[in-house]
């Protein structure tokens, strides 16, 4: 079992617990969450093991994100290979039925990406969303293969350039990446400049490692500005996302009500309580009659 540094566990830990403090009438955000350290310079795709990302070897972008959505296994089932699932067992999974085919969503006209908590759907399925990639849980490997669902990961890049093929292992088992900035900043208030580098640079980069640009984003924190939605609309980054439920510490919050609703948006992280926020994530959506759907595919191309 790798054993994980203190100060990159604490980060994540950090990252995650200063994300989300939802506060009555309106959203509260730490101002000041570290930094991950100033990070070497961006790891260039040439430095990264090329055979440990296969995706990185296909041409051009592959046809869209979608890595066998629609056939979510009706039973969870165990990747031998893996090893055995610590702190955690199978029946902790539900099991879901497939995916129903998407119905894409219009995007409204205009210059600007729209900024969705919610996707306007008539199915019975939710999102789920993780986001950063600070911690990279051997754990959280074996629960995507065990759960065969699909997930959004809204990646930072400098929390994932030191082991870039772990994320291209969770897309083997149905996660697509999105972008979530290079360093995790503020980007409300920021120059178009300074935006336009941490929001089209970043999804540049997660295009090069893993061999498919993003077409989704999430600002750190959820926050932004005019500028953000406009920088991100001209990078080609369709739609941005807040989310209607959090998880952490195995805890669903909720927005509105006490269970999740059609077409909600899900968030997580790569938190040392992955486990238990996946498997809790899970246990709510199936609690909900719902089923999880991919978000890409309800965002048109
Ligand atoms: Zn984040």
């Given at each position: 079992m790798i054993k994980l540094s203190r100060r990159r566990a604490l980060l994540g830990a950090l990252c995650g617990a200063l994300v989300l403090v939802p506060a009555a009438g309106g959203w509260a955000y730490s101002?000041?969450?570290?930094?991950?350290?100033?990070?070497?310079?961006?790891?260039?795709a040439a430095a990264?093991?090329?055979?440990?990302?296969p995706a990185a070897a296909s041409?051009?972008?592959?046809?869209?994100?979608?890595?066998?959505?629609?056939?979510?296994?009706?039973m969870p089932a165990p990747?031998?290979?893996?090893?055995a699932p610590v702190g955690w067992k199978l029946s902790d999974i539900p099991a879901f039925p497939p995916a129903p085919a998407p119905e894409p969503i219009t995007l409204p006209p205009g210059d600007k990406s729209p900024f969705l908590s919610r996707i306007p759907v008539t199915q019975p399925v939710a999102f789920l969303t993780i986001d950063d990639g600070y911690l990279k849980s051997p754990e959280a490997v074996k629960l995507f293969a065990a759960a065969r669902i699909p997930v959004t990961l809204f990646l930072t890049t400098d929390a994932i350039q030191d082991n870039v093929p772990f994320f291209d292992q969770l897309r083997g088992y149905g996660a697509v990446i999105e972008a979530h900035t290079?360093?995790?900043?503020?980007?409300?208030?920021?120059?178009p400049d300074f935006q336009k580098h941490q929001i089209c640079d970043g999804a540049d980069r997660l295009g090069q490692w893993y061999g498919r640009r993003p077409v989704l984003f999430r600002p750190p924190f959820g926050d932004k500005d005019s500028t953000t939605l406009r920088v991100a609309h001209e990078c080609g980054l369709k739609a941005a996302f807040l989310w209607k439920e959090t998880v952490d510490k195995g805890k669903v919050r909720y927005q509105e009500g006490k269970k999740v609703q059609p077409g909600d948006i899900i968030l997580m992280h790569f938190r040392p309580a992955f486990v238990k926020d996946f498997i809790a994530a899970l246990q709510a959506i199936h609690r909900a009659g719902l089923t999880p759907a991919l978000l890409e595919n309800y965002v048109p191309a």
């Open positions: 101002r000041s969450e570290p930094r991950p350290s100033a990070a070497p310079p961006a790891a260039s990264l093991p090329a055979a440990a990302s041409p051009a972008p592959s046809s869209p994100s979608t890595p066998e959505i629609g056939v979510t296994s009706a990747a031998p290979s893996l090893g290079i360093s995790h900043p503020e980007l409300s208030g920021r120059s």
